[in-house]
């Protein structure tokens, strides 16, 4: 089995946040490999980008791929699941992502031993906290030294106990229960705590989603999408990479102290609000409200 790190990156027009991606893994975790998983982008700067990326990277896509051919988010992660069959670690990140510090190789050995020692877990989450679920994160995690993650208490949410699209998983695990993704993350959460222990969130994480990007649900963009964007001036905001000393002030903190992104990381962007939002239309209910109009209608006219 393939013991090195695969880093497994969805994408879907979003050139330069994919380029930003990538490039952070490179730096930060220069021997992994990395497939990108991309979901047949039509944007020119997104094909120029991952033209690029091929001379040095495997590209997949749907019309490309030796095994599953689903197109979306999920059915792209089941190709790489399947892809990764034989490895034994598999990092999936998505292209509005990055890797905020250095990943050491002893660091990756022990996601290794985490993995054999608890035969059922099939999923650590590699991300900080949202500071924008700061009150719910304190109430519902708790450390578990022997995974070094933090685990959510059983709150009867339907997603986000047992899953994430975010993910570290030894591909085997989930073919040998013959694991097929859902259509959505509570369906995914569902099989996964018919199989599975719950998701743990690692102690020391390494990745984070990017604040304020423009975002995509479905192929198109609706109108309030587009009016939330120009709003919220969703553009791209990198985290600048971690410090030896910030590093080792995150790894030696108390294990009550959560990893929430704010208290953590810097980003180039100084003047964004905090807690930092990853979804345009986070907090308008109008904008809600005429986004779910507009997919009601494109449904009713089969637009």
Not at 238 to 243: A, L, W
Not at 248 to 270: G, H, Q
Request: charge should be negative; hydrophobic fraction near 35%; include cysteine.
């Amino acid at each position: 089995m393939n013991t090195r790190l695969l880093f497994c990156v969805f994408s879907f027009n979003r050139g330069r946040f994919l380029e930003h991606c990538i490039s952070t893994i490179e730096q930060c975790v220069p021997d992994a490999d990395i497939a990108i998983f991309d979901d047949e982008s039509y944007d020119d700067y997104t094909c120029e980008v991952l033209a690029r990326f091929a001379d040095k990277h495997e590209v997949l896509q749907p019309g490309n791929q030796s095994t599953h051919k689903l197109g979306g988010l999920y059915g792209n992660m089941q190709s790489a699941l399947e892809y990764a069959a034989d490895r034994s670690l598999v990092c999936f990140l998505q292209d509005d992502m990055q890797v905020v510090r250095p990943l050491a190789s002893d660091e990756i050995a022990g996601f290794d031993r985490t993995f054999d020692e608890n035969p059922n877990l099939a999923f650590l989450h590699p991300c900080f906290l949202k500071g924008i679920n700061r009150e719910r994160d304190v109430s519902t995690l708790d450390f578990n030294p022997d995974l070094a993650a933090y685990r959510r208490s059983d709150t009867g949410q339907s997603a986000g106990q047992y899953f994430s699209a975010i993910l570290i998983v030894r591909p085997s695990r989930l073919l040998d229960k013959g694991w097929l993704f859902r259509r959505n993350e509570p369906e995914n959460d569902q099989q996964a705590r018919q199989h599975f222990e719950r998701i743990g969130h690692l102690f020391s994480p390494f990745a984070m989603w990017l604040p304020e990007v423009p975002a995509y649900r479905g192929k198109r963009k609706t109108l309030a999408l587009k009016l939330a964007e120009r709003a919220r001036g969703c553009d791209l905001y990198p985290y600048k990479i971690m410090s030896d000393q910030e590093v080792r002030s995150l790894n030696t903190r108390s294990s009550d102290v959560l990893p929430i992104a704010e208290d953590f990381l810097e980003c180039t962007n100084s003047n964004l609000p905090t807690p930092w939002g990853y979804y345009p239309m986070q907090g308008s209910r109008w904008l809600k409200k005429l986004n779910s109009l507009e997919l009601a209608l494109r449904r009713l006219f089969k637009l």
